[in-house]
């Protein structure tokens, strides 16, 4: 591992720290009395709109490819995910959740991989998948290619841009997708 590499990982790790510590003091300082989500018993979240939940933090160190969104995520759609998880944990099993969506990938490729992530984590450990870079070097492939910049002046992008293991994507995807 590179020394660029540790510092970004080391960055990475004290900006989750912050979040974290702003979301245990925000839970801290609350001062109604709520039911909390494990205690009410839900055993199944039907999500429609599910594509409103797309924008989840993910890790990678290709930090110099476009088309893969935000990787700082939103509140909403991590909020999604411990909830999901709380049910996965109870039942043991990738169940717990029905997305609905008429636009489940819409813009970028980490938009399947998180929804792998939201829906079959169990799977995704047991092919040895535990990022979104791990996710990346088994399904798809980068390209280096010019394009026309906003000004007209062509640029070097690199982009995923094709899929590999195919068949095998297809029959993940068809887990998830009716």
């Known amino acids: 591992m590179s020394r660029g590499m540790l510092k970004g990982l080391e960055k990475r790790k004290q900006t989750l720290e912050a979040k974290l510590q702003n979301i245990q003091d925000s839970i801290a300082e609350r001062k109604d009395d709520t039911v909390d989500f494990k205690m009410m018993g839900i055993d199944h979240l039907?999500?429609?709109?599910?594509?409103?939940?797309?924008?989840?933090?993910?890790?990678?160190?290709?930090?110099?490819?476009?088309?893969?969104?935000?990787?700082?995520?939103?509140?909403?759609?991590?909020?999604?995910?411990f909830a999901i998880r709380t049910i996965q944990e109870?039942?043991?099993?990738?169940?717990?959740?029905?997305?609905?969506?008429?636009?489940?990938?819409?813009?970028?490729?980490?938009e399947l991989y998180l929804l792998f992530k939201y829906l079959r984590p169990q799977a995704l450990e047991k092919q040895g998948i535990n990022s979104f870079d791990a996710w990346a070097a088994v399904f798809a492939k980068k390209s280096t290619d010019y394009e026309f910049s906003i000004t007209n002046d062509i640029i070097q992008k690199e982009r995923f841009r094709t899929f590999i293991k195919v068949p095998e994507l297809a029959a993940f995807y068809n887990e998830v997708w009716e």
């Not at 290709?62 to 509140?75: F, I, Y």
């Not at 109870?90 to 980490?110: E, H, M, P, V, Y």
């Open 46 to 81: 039907f999500v429609d709109e599910s594509h409103q939940f797309k924008n989840l933090m993910f890790n990678t160190r290709h930090d110099r490819v476009s088309g893969l969104g935000n990787p700082d995520g939103s509140q909403r759609a991590l909020n999604m995910l």
């Open 90 to 110: 109870r039942s043991g099993k990738d169940l717990g959740a029905t997305f609905l969506s008429g636009t489940t990938i819409s813009n970028s490729l980490t």
